[in-house]
């Protein structure tokens, strides 16, 4: 008797000591796209407008249940109004889409990237990334929060860090109520 305690003993003092000691291995996790929604809105002086664009693929990497990475493609040809209908939507949609602002044609995907995460609460990050738009990258942080299978990040771009120069007080005078601020805001609601 005292013998199998002895052996029950130390197989649950080397099978504690082995699992302790194992690392929990990085998990990456595929976002749904087709149930995860990015949502933008843009300001000018006389008010404002929204829309969503689609993502493409997109993952989130994991450590146990801690946030560890992710990286997300954005089919910019999806960007679209929702504040409009009819010919001024159409409008609206060609002229984000043109040039002016995003380059689509050229520049047809955004991308970002995390480099840098930090805990902030249980379920609550920051994070520091690499944003590529039109071809050109520039570091962004914002918040992140991650609940079972689900995360919601908000965040704030300055398009003219990424040569979105139309419209802007920052490059021309003189614009009036024709100003557009050169922040917008990005909701993004994922599934994973």
């Keep these: 008797m005292k013998k199998n305690l002895f052996n029950l003993a130390f197989a649950l ?24 929604t990015v949502t933008w809105k843009g300001y000018k002086v006389t008010g404002s407008h929204t829309g969503t664009i689609d ?17 997300f493609v954005v089919n910019m040809a999806t960007l679209i109004s929702t504040d409009l209908e009819g010919e001024y939507k159409g409008k609206l949609e060609g002229h984000l ?22 805990a902030t609460g249980k379920n609550s990050y920051e994070v520091s990334g690499d944003l590529t738009i ?5 570091a962004i942080t914002f918040d992140v929060s991650v609940y079972g299978s689900k995360a919601t990040a908000t965040m704030k771009v300055d398009r003219s860090q990424f040569d979105v120069r139309y419209g802007s007080g920052s490059f021309f005078d ?13 909701v993004v609601d994922l599934e994973f």
């Excluded at 039109?134 to 520039?138: D, L, V």
């Excluded at 003189?174 to 990005?186: A, Q, V």
């Design 13 to 36: 003092v080397i099978g504690t000591a082995v699992t302790a000691s194992t690392p929990v291995e990085e998990v990456t996790k595929p976002v749904k796209t087709d149930k995860s």
């Design 55 to 71: 993502l493409q693929s997109g993952a989130l990497s994991f450590d146990g249940d801690k946030l560890v990475g992710g990286e």
């Design 97 to 118: 889409k043109s040039d002016d602002f995003f380059g689509v044609e050229s520049h047809p995907t955004s991308k970002l990237v995390f480099t840098e995460i930090t």
């Design 134 to 138: 039109k071809g050109i990258t520039k």
């Design 174 to 186: 003189n614009l009036g109520d024709k100003t557009i601020y050169d922040e917008f805001d990005l």
